[in-house]
């Protein structure tokens, strides 16, 4: 990748990369879990939990999926990258080494947590280190150079 505006100087991220960034993300995620929690209380009459295996239940896992991927998404048309992410400067790209599309960026998130983040492995094998994730949405992860 060269050096130029829309580009960025850069290397594949491997798996280690990855999961560092993972463990950051982690910690915003449940912080994002509590918040649609707590709504999930304060709009209910009784303020009482959910129970589970009802459509409220269902209706709640939705809304956290969402907000944690919406944050996921919004992260990286916005940057490139998530807070987990910066540290390790890693970053989204397309096949261009550009921001991908919106999109691609709703297909890698969608793919990613439906396979439970398995897609991840993918990554040893493949000679770009992409995800499956990455395949299915055409992004890449790299590392930028300082």
């Known amino acids: 990748m060269s050096d130029s505006p829309a580009r960025i100087s850069a290397v594949p991220a491997h798996l280690g990369w990855r999961l560092l960034a993972l463990v950051y993300d982690t910690v915003i995620s449940i912080a994002f879990l ?8 304060a709009v209910k009459p ?10 409220a239940a269902l209706l709640v896992f ?6 944690i991927g919406a944050y996921a998404v919004l992260s990286w048309r916005r940057g490139g990258q998530t807070i987990g ?3 390790w400067r890693l970053q989204v790209v397309n ?4 921001q991908p599309a919106w999109r ?14 398995t897609v991840l492995l993918w990554c040893l094998f493949d000679g770009q ?17 300082t």
């Open 85 to 87: 992410m910066k540290p």
């Open 104 to 117: 691609a960026l709703l297909i890698r998130y969608a793919v990613t947590s439906l396979s439970l983040g």
């Open 95 to 98: 096949a261009e080494g550009t």
């Open 34 to 41: 509590f918040m649609v929690s707590a709504l999930s209380l």
């Open 46 to 55: 009784d303020h009482r939990p959910v129970e589970p295996g009802t459509p």
């Open 62 to 67: 939705i809304a956290i999926w969402a907000v």
């Open 129 to 145: 280190r992409r995800g499956l994730h990455d395949l299915a949405a055409g992004t890449l992860l790299v590392r930028r150079r």
